[in-house]
């Protein structure tokens, strides 16, 4: 009877550890960390996308309102001021879009 406990208990030891083994590999190998980075990078880059799209918002508004004509100002005057807004606007619409390049070669690296 004690020969039959003994080989009981030694083998549910080492059926018990052979799954713990099992389990810890498992753990160890499953994408659960990777998937922490990949979505603190996704959650990072929405953001960075939110932030863009505003400043994309905000400065076609502003470009909207700078090429108006004001009641005070010659044709010759606003036809200038358009040129230089224009300019303006697409200097800061190529910052906005490398940015974005940036952000996005960055996140290749990484």
């Known amino acids: 009877m004690k020969k039959t406990v003994k080989k009981i208990i030694v083998y549910s030891?080492?059926?018990g550890s052979v799954q713990f083994g099992?389990?810890?590999?498992i753990l160890e190998a499953s994408?659960?960390?990777?998937d922490q980075e990949y979505n603190q990078q996704r959650y990072e880059h929405r953001e960075y996308?939110?932030?863009?799209?505003?400043?994309f918002q905000e400065e076609n508004e502003r470009h909207e309102r700078e090429l108006r004509r004001y009641k005070?100002?010659?044709y010759?005057?606003?036809?200038?001021?358009q040129e230089r807004e224009k300019e303006r606007h697409d200097n800061t619409m190529n910052e906005?879009?490398?940015?974005?390049?940036g952000v996005l070669i960055g996140s290749m690296i990484n």
């Open 13 to 15: 030891l080492l059926v």
């Open 22 to 25: 099992l389990g810890a590999s």
């Open 31 to 34: 994408p659960r960390h990777e």
């Open 49 to 55: 996308r939110e932030y863009r799209d505003h400043r």
């Open 72 to 74: 005070v100002e010659s």
């Open 76 to 81: 010759r005057d606003w036809y200038d001021r």
């Open 96 to 101: 906005l879009k490398a940015g974005l390049i």
